[in-house]
């Protein structure tokens, strides 16, 4: 899709790309677009540019904006190639990551040429690109989760195969062998870190799918209704919170890795420059943010996001009732309790004179509905592992469960929920109830500093 310009990127109503109407039906399309993904390449026979662009006596800012169906050749009636479009490439730009992603500069009708057609109504351009852009949306929170896991499995393989070190048990003994870093404490953090990010990134995603799923399957308008608005709270959580974690555990790789990591003789280095874009395109993360406190909490008088709150509870009140889960489930409800408070008071800060303030802790907002979402995400996932674990060791006893993980594979698995879990919500959420703490303690300083005390 043909949206950015130099002076129109996330402000896509200052676009100035022009269409004129042709007496066929057809438009005129005259305007420079940058940063367009395959916007020129040579692996297909054509490309079919959606090109967002103003009627000629349309309304200014995105009120105005149309959507025209720009093909780089055009078919003749048989079926054979016919003009190519007045659509020239003028760049590749040059990124620091996603060297495979033929990213392009394009001129529209410099030869006054470039022909498109309308797609769907006048002016309401913007409609059709935020259904391509929700859907996009998704996909950039499993393309940052696709690279984080795959950082993450480089990292666990090669910690099990790196020797380097004693174990610290035999620091003292100058005859004990060298050991895989994997059994060092701090390597044993970041890869459990990293585990927890990414069990809890990929059941969020698989549940907003489920959501989904629901939408198209439910029998009545308020199922469907409250589905459909966990997808409208969560897409913008989806996009944001997997890009920005993803690229922390791809970073966290990279150190597993040591020095061999920031080399290109291994793939982490590769993946955390590709994963750094997630955070950026199709909307970047601030503008995600902004979008979640200013369009989503409010949505139906908050009722959308109440919602996901009781969808939350419900899996706490399951969790309730193992004991093995108890204090997982009790940490867990603090969280979602402390973020409906937070949610409620930066709400009401965003409808007062304090609003640019408020605004300022969008993004924190976002990262803590993420983290929380998380916390019922590890706490879901162990209400399913823990009865198969018992099955299996006989107990839920550590001793049990130790001893069935060291000889069942499912039950290591199991156990590598629970433990996983357990680390999340003891040694992880605690941070997110601090940045809760943060925000409504509601320092002004970010907005009321004066640009020269910046420096600079």
Sequence with gaps: MLLTEPQAGSDVGSLTTTATRNPDGAF???????????????????????????????PAGTKGISIFIVPKVWV????????????????????????????????????????????????????????????????????????SSAAYM????????????????????????????????????MLTWMKAHIDGMRSFIYYIGYCFDRVAVS???????????????????????????????CTQAVQVFGGYGYTREYPVEQLLRDCKITSIYEGANGIQAMYLLGRKLGM??????????????KTIATAKTIDALSDLATKTEA???????????????????QVMSAFAFAQPFLDVVGDVIMAWMHLWRTVAAAPRLEKLAGSLTPDARKSAAQTNRQAAYYEGVLKTAEFYIRAVFPIAMGKMNAITDFSTAAV?????????
């Design 76 to 147: 003749n009636p048989d079926g054979t190639p016919g003009d190519t479009s007045d659509v020239v490439c003028t760049g590749i730009e040059e990124k620091m990551g996603i060297h495979g992603s033929a990213t392009c500069s394009l001129t529209l009708g410099g030869r006054g040429k470039c022909r498109g057609l309308l797609l769907g109504e006048e002016n309401k351009g913007m409609k059709v690109m935020f259904h391509l852009m929700n859907e996009a949306r998704l996909g950039v929170g499993l393309q940052a989760f696709s690279m």
């Design 335 to 353: 969280g979602v309790n402390r973020l409906a408070e937070v949610a409620m008071s930066l709400g009401m800060n965003a409808m007062s004179p």
């Design 219 to 249: 029998k009545t308008d308020a199922d469907r209704d409250m589905f459909q608005g966990l997808i409208e709270i969560m897409t913008p959580v989806v996009k944001s919170y997997c890009s920005d974690r993803a690229f922390e555990v």
């Design 154 to 189: 480089a990292a666990l393989n090669y910690a099990r195969e790196r020797i380097q070190g004693k174990s610290l048990l035999a620091m003292m003994n100058p005859a004990s062998p060298s050991v895989p870093i994997i059994q060092h404490p701090d390597v044993r953090r």
């Design 28 to 58: 005129n399309i005259t305007g420079s677009k940058i940063f367009i993904t395959a916007g020129d390449q040579n692996l297909t026979e054509n490309i079919i540019h959606p090109v967002l662009a103003r009627i000629e006596g349309a």
């Design 448 to 456: 009321d500093m004066p640009d020269m005390a910046l420096g600079g």
């Design 300 to 313: 139906k008088k908050g009722a959308c996001f109440m919602g996901l709150l009781a969808e939350m509870q």
